[in-house]
């Protein structure tokens, strides 16, 4: 009886695991990995498989009485969803950095006559601007320690916590405008800078702890304790909506875990990749009642924007807030 009425939620909850595995390529063993968690809840899955139909590409069973997930893919990924991540998470760097843009433009050019190619093309981008936003900041910034500024008269207007209010920025210049802002950004809320998730915790561990996450037996607060008291750098989320999302800042708040997202551009506008994360956002709020997200936003803001974030912040009830100002 038990398995017959949790049938259909194990396999939901096993698609979902499978596609937000899929979206960001790991390894077989890791998926299989973070799919066994799910036995901890459904006592009756004897196991999950994955069996080799062609170069990278395998199908995916749970095995209690054969029941199908469909097919995973590794190593090619599609050149338009990889290309569509890098907007979605990458937008600041593509509008400051001309020379990523047109690397950019060049590889979706690519994609018309050479697609094996264009998919290697982008997913070595991706990574490259994974590394580049997450193992960057700590490089630069690992040693920074900046005295407090004392308490921003806005910040203290909003009622922001202490880990909320602006402290001043390191005096470093360098030319990566997205890295250097999100690590002054971090240094505003916390006393060092995050280092990235995976050199903290392995990527086996974060899947087992996201599988946890997924199937209620940890909360979020839980989920994010696992990372030092500065929290970590591009966190890797499971959402519904293309697979999952990663967090520039993620860090425990008292009893909350603020999801922190670091935008440093000139004009701020709502372009459509960050239309896309403010949905995600939005669904990882009403997933994990212990969260709150929050936008820090170098630069001036679109006045069209600034009217839809500021709904966003009504809608919510402060559990959506973005604090601007310069760094």
């Known amino acids: 009886m038990a398995k017959a ?22 390894p077989i063993p890791v998926l299989l990995a973070e799919l066994m968690a ?4 459904y006592r009756w899955i004897e196991t999950f498989t994955a069996t080799p139909v062609g170069p990278g590409r395998f199908h995916i069973e749970l095995i209690a009485s054969h029941n199908d997930l469909g097919n995973y ?20 760097v593509l509008d400051a950095d001309p020379v990523v843009r047109a690397r950019f433009r060049r590889i979706a050019r690519l994609a018309e006559t050479d697609a094996e190619g264009a998919a290697r093309a982008a997913a070595l981008l991706e990574e490259e601007l994974t590394n580049r936003s997450g193992r960057g900041v700590a490089d630069l910034f690992d040693q920074a ?21 602006p402290r001043g920025a390191p ?8 890295t250097v802002g999100e690590a002054r950004h971090a240094l505003e809320v916390a006393p060092s800078v995050p280092r990235r998730a995976s050199d903290v915790v392995s990527p086996a561990r974060q899947a087992e702890l996201r599988a946890e996450l997924l ?21 890797f989320l499971p959402t519904g909506r293309g697979g999952g999302r990663y967090i520039d800042h993620m860090f425990v708040d008292g009893s909350t875990v603020v999801l922190r997202e670091s935008k440093n551009v000139r004009m701020f506008r709502l372009t459509e990749g960050y239309r896309t994360q403010i949905d995600k956002d939005i669904e990882l709020l009403t997933r994990f009642v212990d969260a709150r997200v929050e936008w820090r936003i170098t630069g001036a803001i679109d006045d069209a924007a600034r009217a839809e974030l500021d709904l966003l912040v009504t809608e919510l009830g402060g559990r959506f807030r973005y604090v601007t100002g310069a760094l």
């Open 215 to 235: 199937s209620g037996e940890r909360s979020l607060v839980d989920f994010a304790r696992q990372f030092p008291p500065e929290g970590a750098a591009q966190v």
């Open 171 to 178: 005096p470093i210049e360098s030319g990566a405008q997205g």
């Open 145 to 165: 320690q900046m005295p407090s500024r004392g308490v921003d008269p806005r910040a203290a207007a909003e009622g922001l916590s202490p880990l909320d209010r």
């Open 5 to 26: 009425a949790q049938l259909p939620e194990a396999m939901a909850e096993a698609r979902f695991i499978k596609e937000a595995n899929d979206v960001v390529d790991a």
């Open 38 to 41: 799910l036995k901890t809840r």
């Open 73 to 92: 893919t590794t190593g090619f990924r599609s050149t338009r969803d990889t290309l569509s991540r890098i907007t979605e998470n990458f937008q600041n």
